[in-house]
């Protein structure tokens, strides 16, 4: 078992700078690989960026170049780091993470944080 807790949303202006961060309790987190998806308001989840335990990682073309994934097993923890956002990428954003890696195949992954509010606008 696995609880996740996404934090470090918020408001942002176009071409600004956020991480999140996903914090991890109850199981040997550097076993699991954690995804990151998002949620746009009426639209369906999509896959952002994986990494998986041994550091193999993935990210979705609209935000190749913009953001960067990355783990730190010590601390329990996976970082989202956005930059030059977009009013596009505004959406809730999940951390999710499975002991297999699937890559931004949703379905796969078995623990799901909250969620964390992230709002690009002028």
């Known amino acids: 078992q696995l609880e996740l807790v996404e934090s470090g949303g918020g408001l942002v202006q176009p071409g600004g700078t956020l991480t999140l961060s996903c914090v991890a309790t109850?199981?040997?987190?550097?076993?699991?690989?954690i995804g990151w998806f998002r949620q746009a308001p009426g639209k369906g989840r999509e896959g952002i960026s994986s990494?998986?335990?041994?550091?193999?990682?993935t990210y979705r073309d609209s935000v190749k170049g913009r953001f960067t994934v990355a783990r730190d097993n010590a601390k329990n923890t996976a970082y989202l780091q956005m930059s030059s956002l977009q009013i596009e990428d505004t959406a809730i954003y999940y951390c999710?993470?499975?002991?297999?890696?699937?890559?931004?195949?949703?379905?796969?992954?078995?623990?799901w944080g909250q969620g964390t509010q992230v709002t690009v606008s002028s």
């Open positions: 109850g199981d040997a987190f550097e076993t699991y690989a």
């Open positions: 990494i998986s335990s041994g550091g193999k990682i």
């Open positions: 999710s993470a499975d002991t297999q890696w699937s890559g931004l195949n949703e379905w796969a992954y078995d623990y």
